[in-house]
């Protein structure tokens, strides 16, 4: 009779867990759905450079790059020659780059070969070409980076099957990747979905196939640069803890074997020429465009305003400070991570690498802000209100690229979807407490002064923060800027954001060196 009714109920209990698996797995595919329907909306609007002739924009360099690599031999795709002019929006990007240029324009010549036309093709713009380049981006999506977010979001993330979905949604719907994916247009989530995937595998083990993963995620865009540290370090500190003189060693070794294996492989065209890899190594690392361009809301541009740097220092100086800069911001970070590689020092120390390369390396795209959105991202359930507040500066930092590219509505109608959601989902607010929010450090920096309530001072910054981007959103798009002063709207953007992005750098390096969340489901050291 006992076994009769134990079996009876183990039955109920494994019925109950499938019928749990698969309402999260139906909440799952509508939160994939909603994020599909979002990135396709955004994607009906304008595009950079869409109707501006000679040189159009970013849509027209992507394009181009199919029309060389369908049409040239691989020893020229990264040369200056009378079928190549590298001078209109030459290949710039490591091989993966040209390899997914090379399939994509296969498959652009099948459809219509006058989109892929050597010379004639050029500036080309019809709604049948928009939809075949607006697909390519949404296939490389399906593909590759959504995959990575959802694994993530249910494996990877503490809390309730409920709060998975909910960060999982949140995680899809950021609008600074599909702003910029699907509207100015790149293929972003190509490199970051492949560095996800690292994270995923170190995540759970798979140690070997997370280096793969993300030496092919810098072999797509250099600046996963921004990301490499923390990889090196972690793995490094993970293999002197098991020991450099036994499974430590062993694990070193076929680390270094994977990551030269998939470089050689993305390199194997090139290998033969010396002069075509110094070509290439060249052409990624553009060192003459000086230490920054447009206003981007990074170190160099906003202290320019004060200081001309760029008037002062030579070109080698402001490089010799730059690479100073970032090597001291990052320091700290990467030997904490060295010296404790758990999976929390690894997502935290993602964060602190990337937040360093963007407010001091050299020549920093205002998009760049993606490398760092990503692993703060990776943070949406542990600390939401400071993961929303910095993703919605992010999103703030890229106004005057999007007002350039004309989308406008899409940036508003996403970013206020996205603040309601993530801080509605993920109770951001209700739960704000000094604990939950890390504010330990500081106090015991400002113990001289009396003690304040910091979360409510957070959450009274988060507010008056938000105000003030929307004031000066309306501002960039309503007022014209006084003639001496035609770049005032988006310098103020630029700096507001670096205060903040500054501010988020060092909160968490304090968390960083802080300690670490008390949860049983934490992730520790594989």
């Not at 105000?467 to 709207?489: C, E, K, R, T």
Request: aromatic residues 14%; glycine residues 4%.
């Amino acid at each position: 009779m006992f076994s009769f009714f134990s079996s009876s109920s183990s039955v109920k209990s494994t019925y109950f867990l499938h019928l749990e698996n698969m309402q999260t797995w139906s909440l799952v595919t509508i939160c994939i759905l909603l994020g599909v329907i979002v990135r396709w909306g955004v994607s009906l609007n304008s595009y950079s450079g869409a109707g501006k002739p000679p040189m159009f924009g970013d849509y027209e360099a992507q394009r181009h790059w199919q029309e060389v690599t369908y049409n040239l031999p691989v020893n020229e795709w990264y040369f200056n020659t009378t079928d190549n002019d590298l001078n209109y929006w030459g290949l710039d990007y490591p091989p993966l780059t040209a390899y997914h240029s090379l399939i994509c324009a296969h498959i652009a010549n099948i459809i219509n070969p006058e989109w892929v036309r050597l010379h004639k093709s050029r500036g080309y713009e019809s709604a049948a070409h928009k939809l075949f380049m607006r697909a390519t981006v949404l296939v490389s999506d399906l593909l590759i980076y959504i995959p990575a977010v959802v694994l993530y979001c249910l494996y990877l993330t503490d809390g309730s099957s409920k709060r998975k979905v909910c960060t999982l949604l949140c995680f899809l719907l950021y609008p600074g990747l599909i702003l910029i994916d699907y509207g100015h247009f790149q293929y972003n989530a190509v490199s970051l979905g492949l560095a996800l995937w690292g994270v995923l595998s170190l995540g759970v083990g798979q140690d070997v196939l997370g280096s793969m993963a993300f030496s092919l995620a810098l072999n797509y865009k250099q600046m996963e640069l921004y990301h490499a540290l923390p990889f090196f370090c972690y793995l490094l500190g993970k293999c002197v803890k098991m020991g450099l003189m036994g499974r430590g060693l062993f694990l070193l070794l076929r680390i270094a074997v994977m990551v030269l294996a998939t470089f050689g492989l993305c390199w194997l065209p090139f290998l033969s020429d010396p002069s075509q890899i110094s070509q290439l190594v060249r052409r990624i690392f553009p060192l003459a465009r000086g230490l920054f361009e447009d206003k981007v809301a990074n170190t160099w541009c906003s202290l320019n305003t004060l200081i001309k740097i760029k008037t002062i220092l030579s070109s080698d100086m402001q490089l010799y400070l730059s690479l100073a800069s970032t090597f001291l911001a990052v320091l700290p970070s990467s030997i904490r991570l060295l010296t404790k590689p758990t999976f929390w020092q690894y997502k935290l120390a993602l964060v602190n690498s990337s937040l360093a390369f963007f407010l001091f390396s050299f020549h920093v795209h205002e998009k760049s802000i993606l490398l760092a959105a990503l692993p703060v991202c990776l943070l949406l359930s542990d600390l939401p209100l400071i993961t929303i507040w910095f993703l919605q500066v992010s999103i703030f930092s890229m106004l005057p690229l999007l007002l350039k590219d004309g989308l406008l509505v899409p940036y508003i109608v996403t970013s206020l979807a996205f603040l309601y959601f993530s801080v509605y989902l993920l109770s951001a607010l209700e739960h704000c407490s000094e604990d939950s929010l890390r504010l330990g450090g500081y106090h015991k920096m400002l113990f001289f002064l009396p003690r304040l309530d910091l979360a409510c001072v957070v959450r009274w910054k988060f507010y008056i923060s938000i105000a003030a981007m929307a004031g000066l959103s309306v501002m960039s798009v309503v007022l014209v800027p006084p003639p001496q002063l035609p770049d005032l709207f988006p310098l103020l953007v630029s700096t507001f954001a670096f205060v903040h992005f500054l501010g988020t750098f060092m909160y968490f390096n304090m968390v960083q060196f802080s300690q670490p969340p008390r949860r049983k489901s934490q992730k520790k050291s594989n």
